[in-house]
């Protein structure tokens, strides 16, 4: 594919279609009573804000990024004698990074029909709907790593923050609450679409503790509050993208490998996948790197430039690259740069949650064989078929990652279990 070839598409890792002319007179009244002292005053107050902004953000990241230091028979006991492909290939890192197995791997593949207008492309699904029974989705292989940690610094509690229809919010109380957790969320706000509803009904009955904090910022500091507070809370952040879950999509580009080994598919000239917090997107990209595949990871934006960023993708990715490097040298150095990997810019629309005519026509299109929503996956997918349709060239084999869940999600009954605020956003 040519690089910004067409503004808002995919471009090498940088994401194409920014600077966008925003307004930029601002020259009103305002800027003329401005004096020299207040602008000295503003900007110091802004440099002062950007740095201690930096410095919390950085020290979050690295206390949040710290991993290992657990003995290993207390991690092969949370195994139980399971293993994953990572640690297969690379067995030293067994005995320093925390899993316990919740999936059904691999997820299957399978090939989905000729799509008008693209007639030599072959596109191909990889089912990570069904990932676990219980709850399937791609939040599931970061949690294997999340809920061995809890365990093995004995918290009790799991607390994490998302948007009220939140995927990794429910996924957490599943999972955490089928092993015995006291799992805790903190919800925002974000547009009510019919799978939000689904997912809030869901939430509801599944004895996680909810509480409405407005705000992802809310959130954030009400978790704060709650981790002060409470020496027995495991916190995950938002989409549980931090070190350790995104290992678990490294693990995931290796099973992709394997599956091409084995015949199931033809190696995929290009995967599409949802990208949010960026985690799934980051750990793909450097499975994909470590299995040898040519696969080009394309990064679908799902929420504001400010979260879903190139410069995210590739962040994470350098860092858990290095960290399994240093982790157990068998694993090979690598270095991601923004030309490995895309970003699709275009298919966000008005923001996080909000669905566009796209979205609709891509789940339309798939809705016989796949259940998507249009927060996440539709909207990978409509990225994904405009590839297919537009800039593909002929004969490539296109993959598409779905990361919604489709195991059925008991609804509760009542409602109690929800904040009052949330029980009015759903009308009762
Ligand atoms: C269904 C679905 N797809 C994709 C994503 C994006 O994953 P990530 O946050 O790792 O970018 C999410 C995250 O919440 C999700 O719920």
Redesign the pocket.
């Known amino acids: 594919m040519k690089r910004g070839r067409r503004r808002g598409s995919a471009g090498g890792g940088r994401t194409a279609g920014r600077g966008g002319g925003s307004g930029t007179s601002g020259r009103g009244a305002g800027t003329r009573r401005l004096t020299r002292r207040s602008f000295l005053g503003i900007g110091a107050s802004v440099l002062g804000v950007a740095v201690a902004g930096g410095v919390s953000v950085g020290y979050a990241f690295r206390r949040i990024n710290e991993i290992g230091g657990y003995a290993p028979e207390r991690l092969a006991a949370l195994r139980g004698g399971a293993s994953s492909m990572l640690f297969d290939r690379y067995p030293a890192l067994a005995d320093v990074v925390p899993w316990r197995p919740l999936t059904t791997l691999p997820t299957p593949v399978s090939e989905l029909p000729q799509l008008d207008g693209a007639r030599d492309i072959r596109l191909f699904v990889k089912r990570e709907d069904l990932s676990a029974p219980l709850y399937g989705?791609?939040?599931v292989r970061k949690l294997e790593h999340f809920l061995a940690e809890a365990a093995l610094l004995g918290r009790s509690t799991i607390l994490t923050v998302g948007a009220t229809g939140t995927?990794?919010g429910l996924a957490t109380a599943l999972h955490g609450g089928a092993l015995g957790f006291d799992v805790r969320i903190a919800l925002y706000d974000q547009p009510l679409t019919s799978h939000v509803r689904r997912n809030i009904h869901g939430l509801a009955g599944t004895g996680a503790r909810l509480q409405y904090s407005g705000s992802v910022a809310g959130a954030l500091l009400d978790a704060r509050r709650v981790l002060d507070n409470d020496p027995t809370a495991y916190f995950i952040m938002a989409?549980g993208?931090s070190r350790l879950g995104t290992i678990g999509y490294v693990n995931a580009g290796l099973e992709l490998a394997a599956q091409v080994r084995a015949g199931t598919l033809p190696e995929p000239d290009r995967l599409f996948v949802?990208?949010?917090?960026?985690?799934?997107?980051a750990g793909l990209i450097v499975g994909c790197r470590l299995a040898g595949l040519r696969t080009r990871v394309t990064a679908v934006r799902v929420a504001e430039p400010l979260v879903t960023r190139a410069l995210t993708i590739r962040a994470m990715a350098r860092d858990v690259a290095a960290f399994l490097h240093a982790a157990d040298a068998t694993v090979p150095e690598v270095r991601i740069g923004f030309g490995d990997f895309d970003v699709v810019t275009d298919q966000l629309g008005d923001g996080y949650g909000h669905p566009t005519s796209a979205a609709a026509a891509a789940l339309e299109w798939a809705a016989p064989r796949l259940m998507l929503e249009t927060t996440?996956?539709a909207k990978a997918l409509a990225g994904c078929l405009d590839y297919c349709r537009g800039r593909a060239r002929p004969g490539e084999t296109v993959l598409f990652w779905n990361?919604?869940n489709s195991a059925p999600v008991r609804a509760a009954e009542r409602l109690d279990a929800l904040p009052a605020e949330v029980r009015r956003m759903v009308g009762t």
């Open positions: 989705g791609n939040k995927n990794h989409g993208s949802a990208a949010g917090t960026c985690g799934t997107a996440y996956t990361t919604i």
